[in-house]
């Protein structure tokens, strides 16, 4: 089983990313798919999430609105859209894949917004 964020970078407040996370060896399709993000000398947050069934989506209330999760189950693929990106999205970012007691993790990709 394997997640692989990428997508990550350096960027200045108000422009946008969009982070991708590849995963295998897995029904992907079946799987809830969630983004978490963990700045430095925080708790890991919750983004965003999309169920695996029909396409839920959730958000935090601090990135509603300007971020969006999608998937693409062909390309065994999630994504999340960040625009208007503010100093405080600042972490590391951080793919989920659940499906009952099944939960697997990527390594994250680091999101730097700054001027």
């Known amino acids: 089983v394997q997640l692989v964020e990428s997508g990550g970078g350096l960027v200045q407040p108000g422009e946008s990313l969009r982070l991708s996370c590849a995963a295998s060896?897995?029904?992907?399709?079946?799987?809830?798919m969630r983004w978490y993000r963990q700045a430095p000398g925080k708790e890991r947050e919750l983004v965003a999430a999309i169920t695996g069934g029909d396409g839920s989506t959730d958000y935090s209330d601090s990135v509603k609105g300007r971020f969006t999760i999608s998937r693409d189950n062909a390309k065994n693929t999630v994504y999340l859209q960040m625009n208007s990106l503010k100093p405080e999205d600042t972490a590391v970012y951080y793919c989920?894949?659940?499906?009952?007691?099944?939960?697997?993790w990527g390594q994250g990709t680091q999101v730097n917004v700054s001027s």
């Open positions: 060896g897995f029904t992907f399709s079946s799987y809830h």
């Open positions: 989920h894949a659940r499906l009952g007691l099944r939960r697997y």
